[in-house]
């Protein structure tokens, strides 16, 4: 974990970054609403209340969720992470549409995550550009 730190820390951030700190209590409410709610359609799933594509994206978007942190800081591959979070933000702009005529306040209750993921990404894409060949 100190070489993960250390590492992050030589990065060169925007003047807009928040502190290291903060991640970790926002990602601790945002997961609560994740497993809320995509369980909630988890549920809807397996009771056929829903077809599979729509189920699919909440699939993704957990898979590129979970994969952010091994990519970011186990690989410290910014570029990967880039990537990765830009499918964060595609899936989930896609399930919030999704689900929407099935589960509405699925797609209300996941705004403060769409809200941090899109803030996430330009802070990645720019410590990605900010950090080029390093």
Known sequence: MNNTDTWY?????????PPSWLFGPVWSVLYAVIIISFGY??????????????????????IFNLAFTPLQFGLQNNLLAAIDILLVLVTLIWLLIAIYPYAKWVSYINIPYLLWVSFATVLQLSITVLNWGK
Not at 41 to 62: C, M
């Open 41 to 62: 359609v988890g549920y809807l799933f397996a009771k056929g209340k829903i077809p599979f594509i729509v189920l699919l994206p909440f699939i993704l978007n957990v």
């Open 9 to 17: 820390q030589t990065l060169i951030k925007p003047s807009w970054a």
